[in-house]
């Protein structure tokens, strides 16, 4: 074990000055390409795609806009072992059809959006939670891998990206997971990280880690200082616009302050995807597959023909994962 | 000469695996502080702000929202030595009102709002550019920085982030900056970064390099892929919200298609700050102060309430530079 702690931090110290996205290239895996980050997506064969199952969906009807038109939001959740106290409250959540008449009530430029009940500060107002939610205790933000054999880590750090809030990050499942150090008994710790996009649970201040029923997703540069301060439970992979795009709240962080004239847009409903008709099957690049590794190096070397100078490395929230509907 | 580059090197070798933001506060020069960032920038002394002149703001008014409400949006343009060619052609577009009567014509979703004239790829329609705008080589797209001594490298080292898209980088002036590797004549590079709110140049492929004309900001994850591949000339220090919560487009690339039911937002007027009556003053917080050194580690550091705990380390762009109307 001893002797794996050493490949590893020798492996921690020699990661160079540039991520190393290319680390697949480099190992022969796949080859440099002139291609678009969205062609390589374009091309990719359907074995590198994974689906992803309705009951992992959180579907979300915003009240329609002001002309008409219907607004849907798609939060995929995720998989175990990350969160999963959380993501169990919001099934029961769903179920209980707590959010239908709810609001979003917050909106702050570069940050968040925030929905839930907005009368969930005044005893008086504020809807009932279903019964049997769990309390989930802070040690929750983040999960402890034993990796058991070096190869495990090795690949996962071969693969890793150089990264400013954690030793390294990397893709698992197609999600974005910062690491820890190894410790002295050769667990580490990872944990899910705030990119673009990713849906997490409101709180009030420690040690309250929040239910469930308060959701925000990330609408601006990542804010990773958020990382393992408050759980995260998912990502909008469909309509993410009709959020992002809503007015910025006048009031203090961005919530609607109705004196000032905002107006909060009103949520209809919120379901698991399995309880919702004709909803379409979503599947994600695998990012354990030979496509996402040429896409990964796409993105943190542009070759295609707008560039004149590939960047030679990238932000892990500057790799988006592609999600698409099933054909 | 020799002997300094060996101490770059040295010092960049060494930079820890987190960012250097605190480094301000271990050599002595700012004590740790409780305080929210937000709390420090209200808190900083008059002194540690820089005015910033009406010449270098660019001030766009976008037709009335639905409600009637104006939208303005203050640019504030960049200082020399980075990308004045293309701020020079700025200011003969804004003097011969060359953006009245254009539009915004594209927002794509986590990246880039941007507008000029919609028909400037129709010969026939396209609107007729000012005479004597400069062509500006893709050389411009950096800067090249003699440091003349040893002192001036080591303090820009001490004070500069890891980053993922350059060897370090820094805020000079106010600014989010870059910096390459010393080269063996004792120079190095440096450029302006693509974080949230930057301006930039659009252009048509290499090597042409955007007259200026066309114009966007960044309103999602630093697309940092970008740095050196197109000229930045500014950032938005107000109203960016009337910008980033725009319909997005149903074209490729987020256009807006008029065909699939988009609606173009007009432009009234793009005039440079000593034009516009009524202006309020502008000033940033310098980011060689001290205030600026305890807001940025406090940025890497969060100690206020909310936080269980500190990141240990920030992404550039996560640290915006504070901007404020002088009061």
Same mark, same amino acid.
């Given at each position: 074990m001893h002797k794996t702690l050493i490949a590893l931090s020798a492996l @921690?110290?020699?990661? %160079?000055?540039? =991520?190393?996205?290319?680390? &697949?290239?480099?190992?022969?895996?796949?080859? %440099?390409?002139?291609?678009? %980050? /969205?062609?390589?997506?374009?091309?990719?064969p359907k074995a590198d795609w994974a689906g992803i199952a309705a009951s992992d969906l959180l579907v979300?009807?915003?009240? %329609?806009?002001?002309?008409?038109?219907?607004?849907?939001?798609?939060?995929?959740?995720? =998989?175990?072992?990350?969160?999963?106290g959380w993501i169990g409250n919001i099934h029961k959540l769903a179920a209980a059809r707590f959010w239908d008449g709810t609001a979003v009530n917050r909106v702050q430029d570069n940050y968040v959006v925030q929905w839930g009940d907005p009368n969930a500060d005044d005893k008086a107002k504020a809807k009932k939670l279903p019964e049997g939610l769990a309390v989930i205790p802070e040690s929750e933000y983040e999960h402890i891998v034993f990796p058991g054999n070096r190869d495990v880590v090795i690949t996962k750090v071969e693969n /890793?990206?150089?990264?400013?809030?954690?030793?390294?990050?990397?893709?698992?499942?197609g999600w974005p997971i910062g690491y820890g150090t190894i410790t002295s008994d050769g667990a580490f710790h990872n944990w899910p990280v705030h990119c673009y996009g990713?849906?997490?649970?409101?709180?009030d201040l420690s040690p309250?880690?929040?239910?469930?029923?308060?959701?925000?997703?990330?609408?601006?540069? &990542?804010?990773?200082? @958020?990382?393992?301060n408050i759980a995260l439970v998912g990502r909008v992979i469909e309509g993410i616009e009709h959020l992002s795009s809503l007015p910025r709240g006048h009031g203090a962080l961005g919530f609607y302050d109705l004196a000032q004239g905002?107006?909060?847009?009103?949520?209809v409903s919120i379901r698991l995807g399995n309880e919702v008709k004709d909803l379409p099957t979503y599947e994600y690049l695998s990012s354990e597959s030979?496509?996402?590794?040429?896409?990964?190096?796409?993105?943190?070397?542009?070759?295609? &023909?707008?560039?004149?100078?590939? &960047?030679?490395?990238?932000?892990?929230?500057?790799? =988006?994962?592609p999600v698409r509907r099933v054909k």
């Open positions: @921690l110290a020699a990661s %160079p000055a540039l =991520p190393q996205a290319s680390a &697949a290239i480099a190992s022969g895996k796949a080859q %440099p390409s002139p291609l678009a %980050p /969205s062609e390589i997506v374009a091309q990719s979300m009807d915003l009240a %329609p806009d002001a002309k008409g038109k219907p607004r849907r939001v798609v939060i995929q959740l995720m =998989p175990a072992p990350f969160s999963q /890793s990206f150089k990264d400013n809030y954690s030793e390294s990050a990397a893709f698992e499942s990713m849906v997490g649970v409101g709180r309250n880690t929040g239910s469930g029923a308060e959701l925000y997703v990330v609408i601006g540069h &990542a804010p990773r200082h @958020l990382d393992r905002d107006e909060r847009t009103g949520i030979r496509s996402f590794a040429k896409y990964a190096d796409a993105r943190a070397n542009r070759r295609d &023909a707008f560039f004149i100078r590939p &960047a030679g490395g990238a932000d892990i929230c500057n790799i =988006p994962v």
